[in-house]
């Protein structure tokens, strides 16, 4: 996992990683706002992204040049292209140690909010393209869990539970060995039984 991050040139926090953000316009509403940003940020316009509003964040301390209040948004999608403005970069998230204000703390609220999302919801299959191998899917979860996944329990698991997965009736050979079957992202939001990561 990664997450969009420019080093701080200037003081308080000169040198650190910090998230990317900006300013809501005056007829814009906050998912419009959020959109946009990571548009202008990432260079994605149109792209793939689930966005949804994580937290809001406005403690008093939280930047010292003046009172803040953030509205965080948890974007999700499959391989990115590198941003196009070039002070911006895709970071690991493990090795975002050290960030400016309470940007970890954002991040890490970020992590969580997607590790929980893909027990219950049909979220891991926006990290995949519009079609996929069970394989593919796998390795998100493994990748936003932090462990790796028997893939014939995991594969029984997401093939069983209803309106996740639609098969395309294609098969590919582009993980390597023998064909494997495509499928696309079921109907289904939530996720019966869930994908319990214990």
């Given at each position: 996992m990664s997450a969009l991050v420019w080093r701080r040139d200037n003081p308080p926090y000169e040198g650190r990683w910090a998230l990317s953000g900006g300013f809501i316009q005056l007829e814009e509403d906050l998912p419009?706002?959020?959109?946009?940003?990571?548009?202008?940020?990432?260079?994605?316009?149109?792209?793939?992204?689930?966005?949804?509003?994580?937290?809001?964040?406005?403690?008093?301390?939280?930047?010292?040049?003046?009172?803040v209040v953030s509205v965080a948004y948890l974007g999700l999608a499959p391989d990115l292209p590198a941003p196009t403005e070039a002070h911006m970069s895709w970071q690991p998230v493990a090795s975002l140690t050290s960030m400016a204000f309470d940007h970890r703390r954002i991040m890490l609220d970020g992590v969580e909010r997607a590790r929980a999302k893909l027990e219950y919801t049909s979220l891991g299959a926006a990290f995949c393209p519009s079609e996929f191998t069970v394989a593919e899917l796998r390795r998100v979860y493994e990748i936003v869990w932090g462990r790796p996944l028997d893939p014939r329990n995991f594969h029984r698991k997401v093939t069983k539970t209803e309106g996740f997965l639609m098969p395309t009736g294609r098969t590919t050979t582009r993980d390597g060995g023998r064909p494997a079957m495509l499928h696309r992202r079921g109907p289904a939001v939530l996720l019966h039984p869930p994908m319990l990561r214990v």
């Open positions: 419009a706002a959020a959109a946009r940003v990571l548009a202008e940020r990432a260079g994605l316009p149109g792209a793939p992204v689930h966005l949804e509003q994580l937290q809001t964040y406005g403690y008093p301390d939280r930047d010292p040049r003046q009172r």
